[in-house]
């Protein structure tokens, strides 16, 4: 069993509606971070998090330390946020494990 | 603010070469960490340099090396390159050590070995 996992694998959607990516985990961890990535390898830091919950404009980011899984919430989604979301947890400095990735793509 | 930049941004190789990729993080990070990506493997954890020490490294042979200069600036380096090289290596960079802190990402040096 993989250390952090993911799902969907993949998710199509239309524009407009609310999209929810799942991760969780079966190691302890520090923080837990959600990376964008779009086509051509480029990584954005979305959120990083180590309890609760978390906004930046559209996106949303829980947490649930206790039941080792996060969520990130998209609203009102668009084409733009087609990429592949991964989930990363840094095991208290010791080591980064990244999920799988689920890739979005949102249709016009 | 510049942001992480590597070069090259593509490198091709042959078996048995080996390969140093170069990443400047954005000015005043301290911390620059690696990472490796492959289609069937994903995103894998190499090493993160802090202060020109190893802070923290993942599970990869001793081919695999790596270096932090003064100014921060950090180099990766492969010895005696395998077909399974192959990949999209990232750097990216944060303030302090420890990936308790918002990493940036460089775009990647795409290596091919042939």
């Known amino acids: 069993k993989n250390e952090v996992e993911q799902s969907p694998q993949n998710l199509t959607a239309q524009e407009g509606e609310f999209i929810t990516i799942n991760c969780s985990y079966s190691?302890?961890?520090?923080?837990l971070h959600w990376l964008q990535q779009h086509p051509g390898g480029g990584i954005v830091s979305l959120f990083m998090l180590s309890s609760g919950k978390k906004k930046h404009g559209r996106l949303i980011a829980t947490i649930n330390i206790q039941e080792k899984h996060s969520s990130l919430h998209i609203t009102a989604s668009h084409p733009r946020d087609s990429a592949v979301y991964i989930c990363?947890?840094?095991?208290?400095?010791?080591?980064?494990?990244f999920g799988p990735g689920t890739r979005l793509s949102v249709l016009p | 603010k510049a942001g992480v930049t590597q070069t090259p941004r593509y490198l091709i190789k042959t078996r048995g070469q080996q390969v140093t990729l170069s990443c400047s993080p954005i000015s005043g990070h301290r911390s620059v960490s690696w990472y490796q990506q492959t289609p069937g493997q994903g995103l894998q954890f190499l090493f993160e340099y802090f202060s020109e020490t190893q802070r923290n490294k993942g599970n990869f042979p001793g081919r695999f090396s790596g270096r932090q200069f003064s100014n921060s600036r950090s180099e990766m380096n492969v010895s005696t390159l395998e077909l399974g090289d192959s990949a999209l290596y990232l750097c990216?960079?944060?303030?302090?050590?420890?990936?308790?802190?918002?990493?940036?990402f460089g775009p990647g040096t795409r290596l091919l070995v042939l």
């Open positions: 990216a960079s944060s303030l302090r050590w420890g990936q308790q802190e918002t990493q940036y």
């Open positions: 990363a947890v840094d095991n208290y400095g010791q080591n980064f494990v």
């Open positions: 190691v302890g961890i520090s923080a």
